[in-house]
């Protein structure tokens, strides 16, 4: 039994630490498998959180360099978590090609934006949310949520990733103050339209545990109900911390692997070897 993660961030973006800071503490870990996915550049916003375009070959390299130094102990992944933004960039974009990725995963964390060169963050600051909500959807949360949704659908279909991060995580917005209740119709109608374009296109969906672990979300990203509807769509998932420091790459697992057998989960994907398998999943780890 094992953990595997393939969602972290270190010092390249907003995670705390070096590279190698990860790998020594996966290996104490007792890990076989490790990704790095740092936030992509986004070369036309201004954004404190991803990695500059000028750091990404060293990047590269700096992962290339852990890959052989450990491969005796832990085999290292490069992959890079991309936004999408319509019209401007994606995990295919044609800048991230010669990177030499292991995997993508395309997440949205921006909703429009102020103007053509700031976008709007949905997981930042409440006031950054609040500011967007007012100003480019005029206080309608729903319009926003569904223009949220809409985006992750459109990068389905157009600029598909190998996994889908954080399906829902808008919603930890509520922990800080009730915007919408995520068992409303409309809600639930959005989420599953999502789940559907994702069991159509083949992507993986991450089940992230970062929610949990930063108590910013009471539920897993995405959230039981949306475990329940993916499992009937027999969407493949994967299990992932989102961590940002050594400490919480396997954050929360257990927790998520006990969710996930009660709504019928009981095998994930993983990518070892080269190639994505199916393994089983339980509290105690990854059966392989
Ligand atoms: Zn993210
Ligand atoms: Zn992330």
């Known amino acids: 039994m094992t953990w595997n993660n393939y969602h972290s961030h270190t010092n390249y973006c907003d995670g705390t630490d070096v590279p190698e800071a990860y790998v020594k503490a996966a290996i104490a870990a007792g890990m076989k498998v490790y990704g790095f996915s740092s936030h992509a550049p986004i070369p036309f916003f201004e954004c404190k959180w991803t990695m500059n375009i000028e750091s990404l070959e060293e990047y590269t390299l700096e992962i290339a360099r852990l890959k052989h130094k450990y491969e005796d ?8 978590e991309v936004d999408y933004v319509p019209d401007r960039m994606g995990p295919t974009a ?27 963050e949905i997981d930042g600051p409440l006031d950054i949310f609040k500011k967007g909500l007012h100003e480019i959807f005029s206080g ?45 119709p409309w809600y ?22 970062r929610g949990l672990y930063k108590k910013r979300s009471s539920e897993l990203y995405p959230g039981t109900w949306a475990l329940e509807q993916a499992l009937a769509l027999d969407i493949p998932i994967m299990l992932n911390s989102d ?17 996930l057998n009660k709504v019928g989960y009981h095998s994930a994907m993983i990518l070892a070897d080269g190639r994505w398998q199916e393994v089983g999943l339980s509290p105690e780890g990854l059966d392989y």
Request: aromatic share 8%.
């Open 73 to 80: 102990r832990l085999e290292i992944l490069l992959g890079l």
């Open 94 to 120: 044609h800048f991230l090609q010669t990177a030499g990725l292991d995997y993508t995963i395309g997440s949205v964390h921006f909703v429009d934006g102020f103007g053509t060169d700031k976008g709007w």
């Open 140 to 184: 309608d949360v729903r319009k926003a949520v569904t223009r949220y949704f809409e985006l992750t659908r459109m990068m389905l279909d157009e600029d598909c990733p190998d996994i889908v991060g954080h399906l829902d995580k808008i919603k930890m917005q509520n922990s800080r103050e009730l915007f919408f209740k995520e068992d409303e």
């Open 188 to 209: 639930r109608d959005e989420l599953r339209s999502t789940l559907e374009a994702i069991a159509d296109s083949g992507a993986i969906m991450e089940v992230n545990t």
């Open 243 to 259: 961590g940002h420091h050594p400490q919480e790459i396997i954050g929360e697992f257990a927790t998520a692997a006990t969710i």
